[in-house]
């Protein structure tokens, strides 16, 4: 669907090779076939927030991006190693996050301005990295990333094992974004939060419309680890200062199933508190 609902897209070989396909979703019986593929599977069909454009990727590991009135194709990236499967968009549609493998095979976030179509790299080369989210503000970005190497004993031979897990990070993408991490002072106030000098009442918040900004120098040092313990991890959504996620231990239990234990359901990790519900 595209996101004001007008569209439907989807993917079809009703031609005989696989093409992108657009119709309103009152009138699904009228079809606009939107490409002219010779060969090959497009796949990862996503709408642009504003619902002018779709991206996507094919079995040569490019991604492309369509304009779906027009019809307009451009290649904007790929991949040299493996393909990217994973392309989300920030909330105004002007950046995207993606995982690209580096010459030591390891897994790399990117940031891509699909304006200029250039690709800022955010994470090094000693860890993978992956599943990025843009909150729904626009002015972080999620992702998770296999630093936990624990040891224990292998239950196919008597040797050590070892299992790889992830732990979650946040990058504020403007300098000037604070870092949920940062300490907060726990200083008395007086008149408490809604206290102002001239007496009046502070005003809720304002339904604006989000906007990324993303400042490329430094990326990599405004990375922050949140207070989540190591596992495996689908990040779901990040809005109004809560990351909501679910996750599984990730390790090989003795007597218990591979894979690790199931930690249950639907989490949020509040932003402000730290705190986990």
Known sequence: WSPDGSRIAWISDASGEYQIYTAPSERMTEPRCLTDFKEGYPTNLQWSPDGSKLYFSTLHWDVYELDADTKALSR?????????????????????????????????????????RKSHQVTDRWYDAGSPLFSRDGKYLFFTSSREFRSQYSQVEWNSSYSVTDYVFVLPLAKDTPNPMT???????????????????????????????VDTDGLAQRITALPLEAGRYRLILADADKLYYSSFSGFMMQGGPRGGAPAG?????????????
């Not at 920030?90 to 690209?100: E, H, I, K, L």
């Not at 359901?265 to 519900?277: E, P, V, Y």
């Open 76 to 116: 904007i990236g790929g991949g040299e190693r493996s393909a990217i499967r994973s392309f989300p968009l920030s909330p105004d549609g002007a950046w995207a996050a993606y995982t690209a493998t580096l010459p030591n095979f390891t897994s790399c976030l990117y940031l891509l301005d699909l304006k200029s």
């Open 183 to 213: 300490l907060r002072s726990d200083e008395y106030a007086p008149g408490g939060e809604d206290a102002r000098p001239d007496g009046a009442k502070h005003e809720g918040p304002k339904d604006v419309k989000a906007e990324t900004r």
């Open 265 to 277: 359901g639907i989490k949020a990790l509040d932003l402000k508190t730290m705190q986990t519900s």
